[in-house]
């Protein structure tokens, strides 16, 4: 028999989980929760990288039962896991819902666990998928937002009259950055959009080549405060060693930015929205609770920019919660008061 151990198991329900307590904790890495609110709610809280492989769901209040795993299904995070029912007795009609729903298998109480381990071991061979951030940008999202068209018309627009009137700063922006440092003039990098779309997102090179690889070392200068999750989804660096002379005084005044009028054009992103994230960023809000700001609009400019940019002690939980309050808010005269307060938050005192 194969060992599982690696597998990681959520258990929801009291009732029966104590009879087979032992077997699954030798067999599995097993996370238990009392009832079936505290399952959502644990869901909830995982990112791409802790969500589990098999959740056990004990069917003792159907409707709430097959509520929750119609939302699991629904999530691109989690509806490739391998979902089994546990029900109290032989009952017709839990096992033909059970069937419509799609589950991976209904077990009667008291059951083999042995069987059950052989069964998870066909399904997580042949069944288990983990998405990765890449799948996600292909899955179609039941609620995907898509730009109403008289935002896109004003995108469009306001852009190309920006950078027409911008253009002989671009010019010159262009020429100090090659006279400044050895590289490209536009930095391009992979970005998650609405969706989880990911596009070339364009910038002015403000940091020297090869800053990317460096990340890893600068942890500690993260802006974003340890919310006591253990990690943090947004990087902002105090400081930046990586940044060029030139740099620094591009960034203060968000000249770096304007590059990206041209993915506004081009239909990437929306000039008022969430911003568009690295894909490290991305793959740690995959959530039921963090995904929301994806089923919004992204964006050149946003809530963030204008409430708390550049300001350390502002946690990583507090720059979800702006951004999950755009999706869920925004409306035209949100994005015409975010314009208007953008102007004087280009100019930030803090390096990051």
Not at 83 to 99: N, P, Y
Not at 151 to 157: A, G
Not at 341 to 349: D, E, G, H, I
């Amino acid at each position: 028999m194969e060992n599982n151990k690696r597998v990681s198991l959520v258990y929801s329900g009291s009732k029966h989980f104590s009879e087979s307590a032992e077997a699954l904790n030798n067999m599995f890495n097993v996370v238990a929760v009392a009832d079936n609110v505290l399952l959502e709610d644990h869901l909830n809280k995982m990112s791409l990288f802790s969500t589990p492989d098999v959740i056990m769901i004990e069917a003792d209040d159907e409707e709430l039962v097959f509520s929750l795993v119609e939302k699991i299904k629904s999530n691109p995070l989690t509806s490739g896991l391998i979902i089994i029912l546990i029900g109290d007795r032989q009952d017709l009609k839990l096992k033909l819902r059970a069937i419509k729903a799609k589950v991976h298998d209904l077990y009667v109480h008291p059951y083999e666990v042995d069987v059950l381990n052989e069964r998870l071991n066909f399904l997580i061979k042949f069944k288990l998928i983990k998405p990765n951030i890449e799948q996600l940008s292909v899955i179609k999202k039941r609620n995907e937002y898509h730009v109403p068209y008289p935002k896109r018309i004003f995108d469009m627009i306001a852009s190309g009259a920006v950078l027409l009137v911008l253009s002989p700063i671009l010019l010159l922006v262009a020429i100090l950055i090659k006279l400044d440092s050895k590289g490209p003039v536009i930095y391009k990098s992979k970005r998650v959009g609405t969706g989880y779309r990911i596009f070339d997102f364009y910038k002015f090179r403000s940091m020297k080549v090869g800053a990317d690889a460096e990340l890893k070392n600068l942890s500690n200068l993260n802006q974003y405060a340890d919310d006591g999750s253990g990690s943090n989804a947004f990087v902002k660096i105090k400081n930046d060693p990586r940044v060029t002379k030139l740099g620094n005084f591009l960034r203060n005044s968000s000249l770096d930015e304007i590059p990206q009028l041209f993915n506004v054009i081009k239909g990437d992103m929306s000039l008022v929205g969430n911003r568009p994230l690295p894909l490290y960023e991305a793959e740690m809000l995959t959530s039921n609770e963090w995904s929301l700001r994806f089923l919004g609009p992204s964006g050149l400019t946003g809530l963030w920019q204008i409430s708390k940019r550049g300001k350390s002690e502002m946690s990583d939980t507090e720059r979800k919660q702006l951004d999950n309050f755009y999706a869920k808010n925004y409306s035209v005269w949100f994005d015409l008061n975010i314009m208007l307060r953008t102007v004087p938050a280009l100019f930030q005192k803090e390096k990051v």
